[in-house]
């Protein structure tokens, strides 16, 4: 068991408990630590537009508190938490399990593959992609249950000093994702730094880092990140991470045939409605910036963005010579690319 002061995380956990228990008049609230900070604008939304619609549709049997990143366990831990009980589920970046295995660094987010969310939304609910990441989970953390996985947004860069190129990444400090995504940096000339998205505006202010590889860019509006990151690239450049909802099993198996359809169904409808919500938020964001002139909002040419893809396959092809899992995970995304004619 790797999760710090288990004693503690019980008590924060049961203390969790009787608070949601006050504020939900569903008949069960599971507890799902997220991946999102408190300020996220993607975690008001869900709260605010999808929480109460899951209460609805099972008639009062079910709900969900979603907590911030680190709210009763450290963001890598969540998996044995689930395991242990001290969490019902969580909403999370499945990169932060790459260092357990490569697997979970190329179904985390194939760095610079997709064009687009809803490219890895298809991949999850059709093409595979929900299957293999319940086989990494039944290899390394046995008693999760994958409800699904998808994304909603590019990881809209935010920097201190202008970045219009593959040439412009050498040399910089960067907040990366674990895993491939760091990698991918390296080889590009950058200094990936691994942190919490909770820590990173600190990092950005304090010059600990130059860059960041961090959210939705209305995500980053909300956290204040262009007051002191005045140079963002939109669209995004690299990372389009994918995001699990787990649950344990033991939890799984209490709910009824009609709850697990209506999770189910919940989780594939909240996710396309964030990616369609954070798809407009974000361009009229960006309208408003460029309009503004007090930030400028950088766009790279395809061709550097071409650079950067090359850069990444050959990562690609590294972590899936990293186990069987991850030959199998980079398989199955090169397999729904070339149906869907990425390739």
């Known amino acids: 068991m790797k999760i710090n002061n288990l004693g503690k995380a019980l008590a924060v956990a049961a203390a969790l408990g009787v608070s949601v228990a006050t504020s939900h008049a569903a008949d069960r609230v599971l507890k799902i630590q997220t991946s999102s900070n408190a300020s996220h604008a993607s975690l008001s939304y869900?709260?605010?537009?999808?929480?109460?619609?899951?209460?609805?549709?099972?008639?009062?049997?079910?709900?969900v508190e979603l907590l911030p990143i680190d709210a009763v366990v450290p963001r890598r831990e969540t998996a044995e938490a689930i395991s242990v009980g001290i969490l019902?589920?969580?909403?999370?970046?499945?990169?932060?399990?790459?260092?357990?295995?490569?697997a979970f660094a190329l179904m985390g987010d194939l760095i610079a593959g997709y064009d687009s969310a809803d490219q890895i939304q298809a991949f999850c609910a059709q093409g595979g992609g929900k299957e293999i990441l319940q086989k990494l989970y039944?290899?390394?953390?046995?008693?999760?249950?994958?409800?699904?996985?998808?994304?909603?947004?590019?990881?809209?860069?935010?920097?201190?000093?202008?970045?219009?190129?593959?040439?412009?990444l050498k040399g910089l400090k960067i907040r990366s994702p674990e895993g491939l995504a760091a990698d991918v940096f390296k080889r590009a000339g950058a200094a990936p730094v691994s942190m919490s998205g909770s820590e990173t505006y600190g990092a950005l202010e304090k010059g600990v880092i130059d860059a960041a590889d961090n959210s939705a860019y209305a995500n980053n509006d909300a956290n204040g990140m262009h007051k002191i990151a005045k140079y963002p690239i939109f669209p995004g450049?690299?990372?389009?991470?994918?995001?699990?909802f787990t649950v344990s099993q033991a939890v799984y198996d209490e709910l009824s045939e009609q709850e697990r359809v209506a999770l189910e169904t919940w989780y594939l409808a909240a996710y396309n409605g964030l990616r369609q919500h954070f798809d407009r938020l974000d361009r009229q964001l960006v309208a408003r910036d460029k309009a503004a002139g007090e930030i400028e909002v950088i766009?790279?040419?395809?061709s550097e963005r071409?650079?950067?893809?090359?850069?990444?396959?050959?990562?690609?092809?590294?972590?899936?010579?990293?186990?069987?899992?991850?030959?199998?995970?980079?398989?199955?995304?090169?397999?729904?690319?070339?149906?869907?004619?990425?390739?």
Not at 46 to 63: A, D, I
Not at 318 to 342: C, P, R, T, W, Y
């Open 46 to 63: 869900l709260n605010e537009e999808w929480v109460p619609k899951l209460e609805q549709m099972t008639g009062g049997s079910l709900s």
């Open 88 to 102: 019902d589920g969580d909403l999370t970046s499945i990169n932060y399990f790459a260092g357990i295995d490569p």
């Open 138 to 168: 039944d290899a390394h953390f046995p008693g999760v249950h994958v409800i699904g996985c998808g994304a909603y947004a590019r990881e809209a860069f935010v920097s201190k000093v202008p970045v219009r190129g593959v040439a412009d």
């Open 237 to 244: 450049i690299h990372s389009t991470p994918i995001l699990q």
């Open 299 to 302: 766009d790279w040419p395809q």
């Open 306 to 343: 071409d650079a950067l893809r090359a850069i990444a396959q050959e990562a690609w092809n590294d972590f899936a010579a990293g186990s069987d899992l991850a030959q199998e995970v980079f398989d199955a995304h090169v397999a729904f690319m070339k149906q869907a004619g990425l390739f």
